[in-house]
């Protein structure tokens, strides 16, 4: 009987929650109607396919095409010195805005890998909890309600969400192939550019696989100069290139004057969970970043601040992942020919990004995955 009075007051509580929170939830979220809708995020929905598989066929080996993760660990030396950076004392602590170890390591990773000499490491560089995090704090310091924000689609949305949810707007600039998968800046209508503040772009490109050139960075910085823009360079993928240098955007003349630049430990040296990057570029913005970062989070661990301090200073780490990725991508792209794709293996990252087949009886008979036109 107690039991079901429990239950019964349970009930009742829930019920009367739902009456008054229901009608709480901020409108940038679905305010009345937040929890009613069956959409979630798109790398979560590709997680619990990925559980739901395993679920129905235990043991099975799954081929996961979803979130673009490593899959293998960070480097030994790379976990002991975590472990002894934990072992401190003094980096027990809140670690705010981090302390000077990791941004050296920064700069001096800017020089020796892409090239960009003269980075302040105290006035313009900062650590990230991931590029994520850091995508999702810069809008609070640049959007204002009606600010438009100029991003490339298909692309990593997360400055455009947190944008929405002070207010601006977004307005997407197709990437093709026809463009190389580089967007057209001349194709944004004038009554929008007037009101953009941001243009983010994320070159190698997630997903296409795309690399920028210098000559399109050079573009950029005379765009966003000629429009009064910042540019917002996600660089995650920046260091995983085949073949050549890494091509930072603040490699280009002016490109300090008017952006920054995200780097991250997550992909390139095996570091996704690790959660630890930084922001470089302009000292007001990286000023600005840090202001707003100061009210949101206190810090990384110093010890993983630390560690992926190591690993900046150790680039070789990335050059061996890098080589990997390309042995499977020369693979992957073979077999994707073989069987009808029109697969390019891209210059860095570790997307491919390809046209889909029509199935259904197309293709000619020495190869039923070659689609063709109906006769």
């Given amino acids: 009987m107690t039991d079901q009075l429990n239950a019964a007051a349970g009930s009742t509580i829930i019920n009367m ?7 709480l939830f901020a409108e940038r979220i679905g305010g009345i109607q937040y929890g009613k809708s ?15 598989a395993l679920a129905a066929h235990p043991g099975a080996e799954i081929i996961d095409m979803g979130v673009g993760e490593p899959d293998e660990m960070a480097y030994p030396e790379v976990v ?3 472990d002894e950076a934990a072992r401190k004392p003094e980096n027990r602590g809140y670690a705010d805005n981090g302390d000077a170890v990791l941004k050296q390591a920064a700069a001096r990773y800017m020089e020796r890998v892409c090239g960009v000499s003269g980075i302040d490491p105290e006035t313009e560089v900062l650590h990230s909890i991931g590029s994520k995090a850091a995508l999702s704090i810069l809008p609070a310091a640049l959007i204002n309600p009606g600010d438009y924000v100029l991003m490339t689609t298909p692309g990593y949305p997360v400055f455009g ?5 002070y207010g601006g707007l977004v307005h997407n600039l197709p990437l093709t192939g026809a463009n190389g998968f580089l967007p057209e800046l001349e194709s944004i209508p004038a009554e929008i550019l007037g009101k953009a503040k941001v243009l983010v772009i994320n070159y190698p490109n997630n997903p296409t696989g795309a690399s920028a050139t210098p000559e399109f960075f ?3 910085v005379e765009f966003a100069r000629d429009n009064e823009l910042v540019v917002i360079h996600d660089a995650a993928y920046a260091a995983l290139v085949f073949e050549g240098k890494p091509l930072s955007f603040l490699s280009t003349p002016g490109a300090k004057e008017v952006g920054i630049e995200l780097h991250s430990a997550s992909k390139t040296f095996n570091m996704t969970s690790w959660r630890c990057g930084f922001v ?4 007001l913005l990286i000023r600005a970043y840090g202001d707003v970062k100061d009210n949101t989070d206190s810090g990384q661990f ?7 301090a190591y690993c900046f200073d150790h680039p070789e780490i990335t050059t061996e992942i890098a080589a990997k990725y390309s042995r499977r991508m020369d693979g992957l792209v073979e077999v994707l020919r073989g069987a009808g794709f029109d697969a390019r293996k891209p210059r860095g990252s570790f997307f491919l990004y390809v046209d889909t087949l029509v199935f259904g009886g197309y293709g000619p008979k020495d190869n039923p995955y070659r689609p063709q036109s109906r006769d």
């Fill in 161 to 165: 969400t947190h944008a929405r949810y």
């Fill in 218 to 220: 050079a573009r950029v």
């Fill in 280 to 283: 470089t570029g302009n000292p």
């Fill in 38 to 52: 069956t959409a979630i995020y798109k790398f979560e929905k590709i997680k619990r396919a990925k559980r739901a």
């Fill in 17 to 23: 929650s739902d009456c008054y929170i229901q009608n």
């Fill in 302 to 308: 110093l010890a993983i601040q630390h560690a992926a």
């Fill in 80 to 82: 002991a010195k975590l």
